[in-house]
């Protein structure tokens, strides 16, 4: 089986992404655009959106996926207290992880904390990307989720029979 390793900046925190992943995206929806500023605020970690806005995911099933070193270190951070959507930082550096719809089956591991990410396969959400922001049209640019995004997800959750492992609560940070 396939593995794609995703670390940290210090490389205290290590997450493995184990078989194909889902897909490999750039969502420019506005919350993900929101906490790439706020993470990035304090110059402590690496940006997370690219220059056009998008941030650029690697969707793994949650039963596809191994916290393998730092576990201890990582913490959550959410836009709003009631948000169903966390964002996943890893303390040690201020390093953020990965993004959980923490009601869903897939994890989406930011793909600037790997080397090895495939290339994006589409692009979602493109109708909150930033004013002038350009897309080439190298893959399928999609104004919202789109129905080949949908449909991986599902083909996900049937070949998982319809399971939605839980990650752990982690210790919640401000991010406000």
């Known amino acids: 089986m396939t593995e794609i390793n995703f670390a940290c900046q210090c490389n205290a ?17 506005s ?3 929101a906490a790439s500023k706020v993470l990035a605020s304090d110059g402590k970690g690496p940006p997370l959106a690219g220059s056009d806005g ?5 969707l793994f099933r949650k039963d596809r996926v191994s916290f393998s070193k730092g576990n201890d270190l990582l913490v959550e951070a959410r836009l709003k207290p009631d948000s169903a959507t966390r964002r996943v930082v890893a303390s040690c550096c201020r390093t953020p992880m990965f993004l959980e719809y923490t009601k869903g089956h897939w ?4 793909a ?36 080949r995004f949908m449909a991986r997800l599902l083909w996900a959750w049937v070949k998982m029979g319809f399971r939605s492992p839980k990650i752990p609560a982690l210790k919640p940070i401000d991010i406000q």
Not at 54 to 58: D, F, I
Not at 107 to 110: F, K, M, Q, W
Not at 125 to 146: H, I, Q, S, W
């Open 13 to 29: 925190v290590h997450i493995v992404g184990l078989g194909r992943p889902i897909v490999s995206s750039a969502c420019y929806c």
């Open 31 to 33: 919350d993900c655009q």
């Open 54 to 58: 998008g941030t650029r995911v690697v």
């Open 107 to 110: 994890i989406s591991l930011y």
């Open 112 to 147: 600037n904390t790997t080397g090895e990410a495939p290339p994006v396969a589409m692009r979602t959400m493109t109708k909150d990307r930033p004013p002038g922001a350009e897309l080439p049209t190298d893959v399928p640019n999609y104004t919202e989720f789109g129905g």
